[in-house]
């Protein structure tokens, strides 16, 4: 099963606005991933916050971490056409052999 | 080398045949994953290796899939008997720590066609 579920499942937005999504999981975590996915290819780290940590910040990416509900949210502020992708959270399986991903935000930003 | 590589990067074959993917990790990465990505959705995990540990193979859909890695270089993912379902992009990546502990890099994957 997914352990990570984003939301919303997609979300379109003109250039320069902030573009919000949100991930929810299941069971402890020891950190949490973003990932960046360009037209169904390979996969590219955004950011990981470690479960201690609440927030963290990457250039124009804002990730934040709540464990009490078990969610975190990755912000994109003054989006740009070029941060059209699908976004994906993860974190660890149970055994610790791998990342659970969820099935992604697919963002569209329009110029 | 630069990231993870894989090959090929297109593969169509014919339902009830065999494939092999290949992927080459990052060189030093010890662990290596293989994950399957059907279109639309997330990614799902197939097999972790991590050094010379016994692999994780608890997310091999069939016991028609099958891979091997030696050593903490190249592996290949096997899928006998091919059906229709099977069709997907199949992602290799590896990372310098185990599970989620580290970024992984993911190569470009591969993307299979079963007609």
């Known amino acids: 099963s997914q352990q990570g579920e984003e939301d919303p499942q997609a979300l379109s937005i003109q250039e320069g606005e902030n573009a919000t999504m949100n991930c929810s999981y299941k069971?402890?975590?020891?950190?949490l991933q973003w990932y960046r996915q360009n037209s169904g290819r390979g996969l590219v780290h955004l950011i990981l916050?470690?479960?201690?940590?609440r927030e963290k910040h990457s250039g124009r990416l804002r990730v934040t971490l709540d464990t009490s509900k078990k969610s975190s949210s990755l912000l994109i502020t003054a989006s740009r056409a070029a941060d059209t992708a699908s976004y994906f959270c993860?974190?660890?399986?149970?055994?610790?052999?791998?990342?659970?991903f969820g099935k992604g935000t697919t963002l569209s930003v329009s110029s | 080398g630069a990231g993870v590589s894989q090959s090929p990067s297109n593969k169509v074959t014919e339902k009830g045949k065999d494939v092999e993917l290949r992927c080459d990790p990052i060189s030093g990465h010890t662990a290596l994953y293989w994950y399957r990505q059907r279109l639309g959705q997330g990614l799902e995990f197939l097999i972790y290796f991590q050094g010379n540990s016994a692999p994780d193979k608890s997310g091999l859909p069939s016991d028609r899939f099958s891979a091997e890695r030696t050593g903490e270089s190249v592996s290949t993912l096997t899928i006998q008997r091919t059906q229709q379902e099977d069709s997907a992009v199949y992602l290799c990546?590896?990372?310098?720590?185990?599970?989620?502990?580290?970024?992984?890099?993911f190569g470009p994957g591969t993307r299979l066609t079963v007609l």
């Open positions: 993860a974190s660890e399986n149970q055994a610790g052999t791998a990342l659970i």
């Open positions: 916050i470690r479960s201690n940590e």
């Open positions: 990546a590896s990372s310098v720590l185990a599970g989620g502990l580290s970024e992984q890099f």
């Open positions: 069971t402890s975590i020891n950190n």
